[in-house]
């Protein structure tokens, strides 16, 4: 993985492995743009720099092995490496103890390469007889917990039955659509749901902006505002996603937002607010941010990197 990283800088040539490891819609950096200096920034910068320790598993993730891996990469030794002066005290999902808001790319994989092993994934209950629960439900052309972690593209999709049934039950040509999906962790929907929808829609009132109807999607990822923008013709769409139980709390929520979201879109036109739970960004607060922020994605038209906030 470091050497990867190394060819990824130009630092050594690239293999035949090198360009499939990139994240969905990115591509390599122009080969022979070797810099003169490196600096790590982000949950491993640290750890490029930390001597090896006997406990190699201490952060849960392969983190320090990484950073040891790299420190003692032989074509990472052929540039000056500075040490960056602030860096995020956590990898991969702990980062999001600390991050509210990001944009950019959300990694996809083939399974062929990364196989997973023993991830956990918490679904929302079959039986949702709770009557505050949202009442529409409808599924993405996964059908098991295993098919939605090998198959993200599916994910992503949905049958003609349920894109009539989402046109037929929702609000046509919304100005926000606002929908609530599992992802890995049905806990994080328990848990923020309840407190963050209304604070939304009422933030969204006080912006006098109009939300359609909310519904439940099963097995959803964020690609799958794509399908559903495009059939009900949405200004902006919003998911409300279930993250990885992973470092910090098996409750983190996050909301993946898009103006005039389509299929096949950069992820670069996609805004995220992350780390909502108790322990983070509060339910109450984040619906009031996500309300501003869907505010400014009307007022310039557009969403993602292309969007200013002051």
Request: net charge negative; hydrophobic share 40%.
């Amino acid at each position: 993985m470091a050497h990867q990283l190394a060819m990824a800088r130009s630092l050594a040539p690239r293999d035949s492995l090198h360009a499939t490891l990139y994240t969905t819609g990115c591509e390599p950096l122009p080969a022979g743009l070797s810099p003169g200096v490196i600096c790590f920034s982000g949950g491993v910068a640290d750890l490029v720099e930390t001597p090896r320790s006997a406990d190699p598993f201490r952060y849960g993730d392969v983190g320090p092995l990484l950073g040891a891996a790299i420190a003692e990469d032989s074509a990472f030794r052929l540039v000056e490496r500075h040490r960056a002066a602030e860096t995020i005290a956590a990898t991969v999902v702990g980062a999001g103890i600390h991050t509210t808001e990001v944009s950019g790319a959300t990694i996809e994989f083939a399974q062929s390469l990364l196989p997973l092993q023993n991830v956990p994934i918490i679904r929302v209950p079959d039986d949702r007889s709770d009557p505050d629960s949202l009442s529409e439900e409808i599924e993405t052309r996964c059908r098991t917990k295993d098919e939605y972690l090998t198959r993200p593209d599916l994910g992503a999709q949905f049958d003609d039955e349920a894109i009539a049934e989402v046109k037929q039950r929702c609000q046509p040509n919304p100005q926000v659509q606002v929908y609530v999906s599992d992802g890995l962790s049905s806990t994080a929907v328990e848990a923020n749901v309840r407190d963050l929808l209304p604070a939304l829609l009422q933030g969204l009132k006080l912006h006098g902006l109009t939300a359609g109807t909310p519904f439940f999607v099963k097995y959803g990822r964020v690609r799958s505002m794509e399908p559903i923008s495009e059939a009900l013709g949405a200004g902006v769409t919003c998911v409300l996603l279930g993250e990885h139980p992973g470092l910090a709390t098996p409750e983190s929520l996050s909301a993946y937002l898009a103006y005039q979201a389509r299929v096949g879109m950069p992820e670069s036109d996609r805004n995220c607010v992350s780390n909502i739970h108790r322990e983070g960004t509060s339910p109450l607060e984040a619906g009031a941010h996500i309300a501003d922020l869907i505010a400014e994605m009307f007022k310039q038209k557009t969403s993602g990197i292309n969007l200013k906030m002051g």
